[in-house]
């Protein structure tokens, strides 16, 4: 493939990118308070070279399992050179939409019934539409495999990839975060019309308006949690993954904190650029059981005047 026809097919790309945008109102365009992604440049995919993983619970996908990954990223480095206004916007939305897939596929599921024609789909004590799941998430925790649930643990996971973007500079960082966020708007939208068989578009904008909001709370939440300590961390999760629920097992907890700082410093130890090639992979959050079920020694010893004066964030560096 020529430079010249790769610099077609992308001026195609965008404008076909654009035409989508304007046809497929999304609620994230109308709620959302970020610019819009093309303003911002965004940097070219890197493929990292293969090293040890720097956390158990976030990895590489080695180079191997994308052959024409290396001159692809060739490729858009010599369009970047040739028309760099061009590439910006479809290297981030290309690379987002991986790293969403990723985070969708902790807690994916499906409804048999939604394809059967005539077929009553069953229902949680909550009243939602009930499918059938696999893996941590609802094997181990005992969540339900229902749309709000992969809501919640997809939003998690796009919550420890945005506090990496955060890292990037500062005029790349808005269009990563908002890219991420229109894929996972664009396959909720979707998901309600095949399996959940909401054919409305204003009812499909209200659950997406609220989909919106909550985004925007768990973020603080999470935020928060990450400032402030583990037991702050810990509420949001029970807030957001296990609905406030008064016989949540602490234990499913405190593996879940630990999960996410555990992946926090995992991507922390990636370049920009490892993060820009997409080939990110979580990890089971079952491996920091372990860790979690350790007893602290700091639970044999005394309390001290001080200790009592310190706040969570305080004591959490001691």
């Known amino acids: 493939m020529t430079i010249e026809l790769v610099l077609l097919w992308a001026d195609n790309f965008q404008h076909s990118t654009s035409f989508a945008r304007k046809t497929f109102s999304v609620a994230t365009r109308r709620y959302s308070p970020e610019s819009e992604a093309k303003k911002f440049h965004s940097p070219a995919p890197i493929i990292p070279p293969k090293s040890d993983p720097p956390s158990k619970n976030v990895d590489f996908r080695p180079p191997d399992h994308f052959p024409d990954a290396p001159t692809a990223a060739k490729v858009a480095r010599e369009v970047r050179k040739s028309a760099p206004g061009i ?11 991986d790293l969403f897939k990723e985070c969708a596929r902790q807690a994916d599921y499906s409804i048999p019934q939604a394809k059967e024609k005539g077929a009553e789909i069953p229902k949680s004590k909550d009243g939602e ?4 799941g696999k893996g941590w998430w609802f094997e181990t925790l005992g969540l339900t495999p229902t749309f709000n649930t992969w809501a919640q643990i997809t939003f998690l996971h796009m919550y420890l990839l ?6 990037f500079p500062p005029e ?3 269009a990563w975060h908002q890219h991420l966020l229109d894929h996972f708007f664009y396959k909720a939208e979707d998901r309600m019309t095949v399996e959940h068989k909401v054919h409305t578009r204003a009812t499909r904008n209200k659950y997406l308006k609220d ?8 973020t603080a939440g999470y935020d928060e949690g990450i ?3 583990d037991a702050v961390l810990a509420t949001a999760v029970w807030r957001n993954i296990f609905k406030g629920n008064d ?3 602490f234990k499913h907890l405190g593996i879940i904190v630990s999960y996410l700082r555990a992946v926090l410093k995992g991507l922390d130890s990636l370049s920009d650029e490892a993060i820009a090639a997409g080939q990110i992979q979580f990890g089971n959050p079952g491996v920091e059981e372990p860790l979690v079920m ?5 639970l044999d010893a005394p309390f001290k005047d001080a200790d009592l004066k310190l706040t969570d964030g305080e004591r959490d560096t001691q």
């Open 211 to 218: 989909l919106f909001i909550q985004w925007r709370g768990l």
């Open 172 to 174: 790349h960082a808005p």
């Open 227 to 229: 400032a402030k300590g």
């Open 162 to 167: 945005t506090v990496r973007f955060r890292c």
């Open 247 to 249: 016989e949540v097992n």
């Open 129 to 132: 539409d009930l499918g059938v």
């Open 87 to 97: 590439t910006e916007t479809y290297i981030a939305y290309g690379v987002a939409e």
């Open 294 to 298: 350790k007893k602290s020694k700091l």
